[in-house]
């Protein structure tokens, strides 16, 4: 069964700074990863997606990257803001008979500071 | 723009009674759906997936008979969460996924449910 894991749970940075955000996951048959934000109360936005493929795409200020083999992929986002500030989710779809369904990790709860 | 949409955005309704929860595709026809539930401060859970025309598969330890789903359009799938308890108090999100490619998923703004 596939698990995702986020590291760290939470995280506070002041404005300006650069920060990664971690997710790992145990089986590497995944068809993408994706990166979501969800505010508070709210649904998600999709930020990213990696195909299995790519190693890794970017977005503005937003780079993901994507390392299958080790089942890792790393969120970095350039000169945070306080408009940043979210809980970011890193979601798997598993490849072959899963029915392409999403496993979503806990998430990062990220604060910056004006 | 929005691609998906839920309604209601929350809901408070008394133990024992159902709620019934929309998930409209508002872009594209959506042959399959999905249904999640979010416990505060936890990830999402997949709860089932919604299949148009057909019987929703549901995941392991989720009561098909107490969270029924009807997914009778291409654009429409429904939740309804049947003699209510407080412990089915959640956010539920839906989500529509594309076709082929990506399988990338698109997610409503979500309803809370809260049961009193």
């Known amino acids: 069964k596939q698990e995702v894991t986020q590291i760290p749970a939470a995280l506070s940075v002041p404005e300006g700074e650069n920060l990664v955000l971690n997710c790992s996951f145990t089986?590497?048959?995944?068809?993408?990863l994706q990166w979501f934000r969800q505010d508070p109360g709210k649904g998600l936005t999709s930020l990213l997606l990696i195909q299995s493929s790519q190693r890794e795409q970017t977005s503005g200020r937003l780079n993901a990257s994507l390392d299958k083999s080790s089942g890792r992929s790393t969120l970095y986002i350039a000169a945070s803001q306080p408009g940043d500030s979210a809980t970011y989710l890193c979601a798997v779809t598993d490849s072959g008979g899963s029915n392409y369904k999403l496993t979503f990790g806990k998430g990062t709860l990220l604060t910056v500071n004006p | 723009g929005a691609v998906v949409s839920q309604h209601p955005s929350w809901v408070i309704c008394k133990s024992g009674t159902s709620v019934k929860i929309e998930c409209r595709s508002l872009d594209f026809q959506a042959t399959t759906m999905f249904w999640y539930r979010q416990f505060p401060k936890q990830s999402l859970m997949l709860m089932a997936t919604?299949?148009?025309?057909?019987?929703?598969?549901?995941e392991q330890g989720v009561e098909k008979d107490k969270f029924l789903i009807n997914h009778a359009s291409l654009t429409l799938s429904t939740l309804t969460v049947t003699s209510a308890h407080p412990e089915d108090s959640s956010f539920y999100i839906c989500s529509r996924r594309l076709a082929g490619g990506s399988y990338e998923q698109y997610f409503g703004p979500g309803t809370r449910l809260t049961v009193t």
């Open positions: 919604s299949n148009e025309g057909s019987k929703a598969t549901y």
């Open positions: 089986d590497s048959a995944i068809y993408n």
